[in-house]
């Protein structure tokens, strides 16, 4: 078969009829920085945001929780706090967000029971923390050390001076905060806070917590000293120093404080807040903390898990976890009245669970061995009403 030659030709796409015609500028090379390349890079891949859930939309634990006042808690899932003789608060997710900025939720703050004395070990504080793996890049420790961007929406009746601090877990707690400030009483401000690359004391290559993103609302002498300095650079850690200057939110009843928007990244600039999938944040949730039958909140009735008798009197559920968690976690389960079913040929009814058996980082088994009744290796699925709570938690 003859073969036949295909001859091409150069052409100025200029010329073409309606062709696409192309300005060049001239870029300035000492605008490209490796940081700036390192953050293209990053916002392109989808993953800028270091923080989890900072739109506050997915909540397992709880919508609102009252009567907080001492220890740690969680407000949505991965953003928790801590609080010592500050008050009491009832936490929350809440539907108050800033206008036109695509967000549906918030964490909410509301001051049940004040405290306009601060003692010097009080404290109330929220924040996230931060396990090693997802903060190498930081290069921490190193001449190359990364600056980063922390930026949010806030809105609190209390004007003034709050405090927001990187707390560095791995290296005795050095430490870095910086000043923001509530400009206009109840109304949605944004802020954005740039702190720099640390080069001392390296980040842990693991999945312990590394890195803590704390916002302080209120704090005694102990962390707060009026005769102390912010740290406001990179160092050793001296607790009188770490939030001085903030308000005391804790004043007064009339006090709330709302944040959502939260997003930190490599760079000193804050860019345009990536609003990834629910799915996506669900799941980067769920390596932390898994409420089994989360997000279904319609149905009374779930059916959540398959199982098998062990015996005629013992019935196991095999639970898989969706995503691998970050750890061997903690199994919880609540109880109460028929809050269980086993259905092989007809229901039997439950109150609870009589124990665990092989929980790893991907499933693990709840058994109960009264209340119940069937035939040696026969399948059974289990349901749930909505009262009831089986959690697997590997939070940091």
Not at 158 to 167: D, M, R
Not at 200 to 213: K, R
Not at 333 to 340: C, L, M
Request: glycine share 10%.
């Amino acid at each position: 078969m003859a073969r036949t030659k295909l001859k091409l030709k150069s052409i100025a796409t200029g010329n073409l009829p309606g062709a696409i015609k192309v300005a060049t500028e001239n870029i300035n090379a000492s605008a490209i920085t490796p940081a700036k390349l390192s953050a293209t890079a990053q916002s392109s891949s989808g993953n800028k945001n270091i923080l989890i859930n900072g739109t506050m939309n997915v909540a397992q634990r709880y919508t609102s929780k009252a009567s907080v006042s001492s220890g740690d808690f969680f407000v949505v899932d991965r953003f928790g706090g801590y609080i010592n003789a500050a008050g009491t608060w009832t936490i929350s997710q809440s539907t108050d967000t800033p206008t036109g900025q695509g967000f549906g939720n918030s964490a909410k703050f509301d001051c049940t029971s004040a405290n306009g004395s601060l003692g010097s070990g009080s404290e109330l504080l929220f924040r996230q923390r931060i396990e090693g793996f997802n903060l190498q890049h930081l290069k921490k420790g190193t001449s190359s050390a990364a600056s980063t961007t922390l930026q949010f929406w806030v809105k609190s009746n209390k004007t003034g001076t709050y405090i927001c601090e990187l707390f560095d877990n791995d290296n005795s707690g050095r430490h870095i905060g910086k000043a923001y400030t509530i400009n206009s009483a109840n109304t949605w401000e944004k802020k954005t806070i740039t702190f720099v690359g640390d080069t001392t004391g390296a980040l842990d290559n693991d999945s312990g917590t590394s890195l803590t993103v704390n916002w302080w609302l209120a704090g005694g002498s102990g962390v707060s000293d009026p005769s102390g300095t912010l740290q406001t650079a990179w160092g050793t850690r001296t607790d009188a120093n770490r939030a001085v200057g903030n308000v005391n939110l804790a004043d007064s009843t009339d006090n709330e404080w709302y944040i959502t928007g939260v997003q930190f990244e490599v760079g000193d600039t804050a860019t345009e807040f990536e609003h990834e999938p629910f799915d996506r944040t669900v799941a980067k949730c769920q390596r932390y903390f898994y409420q089994v039958g989360f997000p279904d909140k319609v149905n009374s009735a779930r059916n959540v898990a398959l199982g098998y008798y062990l015996n005629g009197s013992r019935v196991d559920f095999v639970i898989h976890l969706p995503v691998t968690m970050r750890a061997q976690p903690a199994i919880s389960a609540n109880s109460g009245t028929n809050y269980y079913s086993a259905y092989t040929n007809g229901d039997d009814h439950f109150d609870g669970f009589d124990g665990i058996n092989a929980a790893t980082a991907q499933n693990f088994i709840i058994y109960r061995s009264s209340q119940v009744s069937g035939n040696y290796g026969y399948a059974v699925l289990l349901s749930k009403t909505a009262s009831a709570l089986i959690a697997a938690d590997a939070e940091l």
